[in-house]
């Protein structure tokens, strides 16, 4: 039996940006063992012709039983786990590569959505009991971590076994003090701690997800 995994992926730094904190987390977690299962991080690039290879290369290279993946979202306050992907590529800025698309289907003529498989509401729960700001996000934008979000899922759609998802992380500290306005961030070490503690959840977790209202009226 291979050693049970759980691939953790982050992206590259994008719009500019130096630095992005999912790389930076999934970099510190690499290797680490949590509820026993090994801890694979990849680091994707940000951008929309190469990300699905690259996140699908992983997949089929690990075997993983869980798969988590990451990327910053500037501005939001807290650790958001995203609940549903869909088949919607609109960049309001270019990727890496300079590309991009406008109202393109990730996978064409896939579903219009997917919902992640993890337990999203006793992630938030277990989040907040560890003392890190979380909630349930029901839009993971259509930039690059949304297509991967779908292709994730689109690429796991045979495979009910394996849970998999996304989440969204803050600016880190630095990256907020260049910025002109006040805006939210986290260091880094919270963030990683925070994941960590995420991720116990996730592996741990039994039956149906918290029943919790963690819905939104906008
Ligand atoms: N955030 C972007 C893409 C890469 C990342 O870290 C997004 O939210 O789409």
């Known amino acids: 039996m291979p050693e049970p995994t759980l691939l953790l992926t982050g992206f590259e730094p994008f719009g500019g940006e ?7 987390i999934v970099q510190a977690l690499d290797g680490e063992v949590i509820a026993g299962v090994r801890v694979a991080a990849r680091v994707l690039p940000c951008c929309f012709g190469g990300a699905p ?3 699908a290369q992983a997949l089929q290279e690990l075997r993983p039983q869980a798969v988590l993946a990451l990327g910053q ?7 958001t786990l995203e609940r549903v992907a869909i088949n919607l590529a609109d960049a309001r800025i270019a990727d890496n590569a300079g590309e991009q698309p406008v109202d393109a289907p990730v996978v064409p003529g ?3 959505a ?4 993890l337990p999203v509401k006793a992630m938030v729960a277990g ?3 560890a003392g890190w700001p979380a909630s349930v996000s029901h ?3 259509t930039f690059v971590c949304n297509q991967v979000f779908y292709a994730l899922m689109h690429a ?3 495979q009910p076994a394996v849970r998999a998802g996304f989440m969204h992380v803050p600016w880190l500290p630095e990256q907020a003090a260049r910025l002109p306005a006040p805006a939210p961030s986290m260091p880094l070490a919270a963030q990683v701690e925070a994941v960590r503690a995420a991720l116990g959840v996730a592996l741990a977790h039994q039956g149906p997800d918290h029943a919790a209202a963690e819905g939104r009226t906008h």
């Open 156 to 158: 796991l759609r045979d």
């Open 73 to 79: 979202a500037g501005g939001r306050p807290d650790l």
């Open 110 to 112: 896939g579903p219009a």
């Open 53 to 55: 290879g690259a996140l």
């Open 114 to 117: 997917y919902f992640s498989r």
């Open 139 to 141: 839009t993971a934008g």
């Open 127 to 129: 989040l907040r009991a």
């Open 18 to 24: 130096t630095l992005n904190p999912s790389q930076a």
